[in-house]
């Protein structure tokens, strides 16, 4: 097994080098791959300068060899599957990687627990994707893993409220999970998962039709659906800094949710198939939602 890390950086270089200054001493990584995605501030200046980057396109490489972090620049801002998409391509074709590490990079997670997640792959022929639990700044300590939804439960997981009412109806029993070492999910945070190289591009990878949001359900679709499984660990965690990346770039909650809701709309249309019907219900679903932001944000 070769591995190697993804990281995905958007006018965030500060966050990024602090992330790097522990992962790069990982023996366990054999590469860093940090992918700017057209950042509008001087990200890719700053890491170019910072990490000697060898390159300025996955297209143009030069001497690779001394360098375990590589720099490279996507020619446009495609959204988060495509630069994640960008830089699984890059670690293979260029690095020879079998496996990724795909984190956010408001993420950080020990050596120890990249080793633990490297051997559930060797143990399970069948993995397309795994990960550990996530121990979130906000909420807490999560199990990280759901079950693909249809359309009704798509919509309920989405409001404040709701997802709150049906937690039972839309995420996997406690039992499920209970006094057991690793399970398998439909479903897992992006924030920090890795990948088998070969069987993550055989699915398709990413969405590239999809900005933002929603990723994590498309990648589950494609893997479940080329028969791969994905497997959460449930002795090891992350820790994750909650939106850290995400709210510097889009720092209005109504704007992130109109995000949002573009992309579940597409993800309703290409893999649930909704009908007409369905999409103006989820329309006005949305314009629900939007409501309740406004109203918590007035009594705030």
Not at 97 to 105: D, E, F, G, S, Y
Not at 220 to 231: D, E, L, P, Q
């Amino acid at each position: 097994m070769k591995l190697n890390a993804v990281i995905l950086n958007y006018n965030d270089a500060d966050t990024v080098r602090k992330q790097l200054a522990v992962l790069a001493e990982y023996k366990v990584l054999e590469q860093i791959v940090v992918v700017d995605n057209c950042s509008t501030d001087d990200s890719f200046r700053w890491l170019s300068d910072a990490y000697g980057a060898v390159s300025q396109s996955a297209d143009r490489a030069g001497d690779r060899a001394a360098n375990k972090v590589i720099i490279i620049s996507a020619e446009k801002n495609g959204g988060y599957g495509s630069g994640n998409n960008l830089g699984v391509r890059y670690a293979v074709e260029h690095n020879q990687a079998t496996h990724v590490l795909i984190l956010n990079p408001d993420v950080m997670v020990s050596e120890l627990c990249i080793h633990r997640l490297l051997r559930l792959f060797a143990n399970h022929p069948d993995a397309g994707i795994v990960t550990a639990k996530m121990q979130d700044q906000q909420y807490g300590d999560l199990r990280n893993g759901w079950p693909l939804r249809g359309f009704t439960r798509e919509l309920l997981s989405m409001g404040p409220v709701s997802r709150r009412l049906f937690r039972s109806f839309l995420e996997y029993p406690a039992r499920y999970f209970r006094e057991k070492q690793a399970v398998y999910v439909d479903a897992v945070h992006g924030s920090m998962l890795m990948v088998d190289a070969e069987k993550f591009l055989e699915a398709g990878g990413y969405d590239e039709g999809i900005f933002l949001y929603q990723e994590e359900a498309v990648l589950a679709w494609r893997m479940k659906t080329s028969g791969y499984r994905t497997i959460l660990l449930l002795t090891d965690h992350y820790d994750h800094e909650h939106s850290a990346s995400i709210s510097k770039s889009f720092a209005g909650q109504l704007q992130r949710q109109r995000l949002r809701e573009e992309s579940t709309l597409y993800y309703m249309k290409q893999y649930l198939f909704i009908n007409r019907f369905q999409e103006r219900i989820a329309n006005a679903w949305f314009a629900g939602i939007r409501l309740e932001i406004r109203a918590a944000s007035l009594i705030k």
